[in-house]
């Protein structure tokens, strides 16, 4: 599975931007898919993700309500959308997926990763 992320940019506070993350090779329902950020000298940290299957999804609290994360069956593609964005969600984003069905916040485990996407929010 090779990941493609994009849609990254420069932003200012409150505004919005939706990130797309495209997979190629097959899917399965038991995958899981999920968007990370890295900002400067702090660990990466889970975002938000789901089960191709639709049966779990889920969001790290700082983004809860202003994030949304979906899905283009037909075109294999995950889509981060980033609403009323502040500064301290600046980051390189990644998406990543692992085939276990463990939809889990610790990038440990995740065998495939996106090469990110850089967002940037001016204050």
């Known amino acids: 599975v090779q990941l493609q992320a994009s849609g990254g940019g420069l932003v200012q506070a409150g505004d919005s931007l939706k990130l797309s993350c495209a997979a190629s090779?097959?899917?399965?329902?038991?995958?899981?898919i999920s968007w990370f950020r890295q900002a400067p000298g702090k660990e990466r940290e889970f975002v938000s993700g789901?089960?191709?299957?639709?049966?779990?999804?889920s969001y790290a609290n700082s983004v809860k309500g202003r994030f949304t994360i979906s899905r283009d069956n037909a075109k294999n593609t995950v889509y981060l959308q980033m609403n009323s964005l502040r500064p301290e969600d600046t980051a390189v984003y990644y998406c990543?997926?692992?085939?276990?069905?463990?939809?889990?916040?610790?990038?440990?485990?995740?065998?495939?990763w996106g090469q990110g996407t850089l967002v940037t929010v001016s204050s």
């Open positions: 990543a997926t692992r085939r276990d069905g463990y939809l889990d916040s610790s990038p440990r485990g995740y065998a495939y």
């Open positions: 090779g097959r899917t399965f329902s038991r995958d899981v």
């Open positions: 789901f089960t191709w299957s639709g049966r779990s999804t």
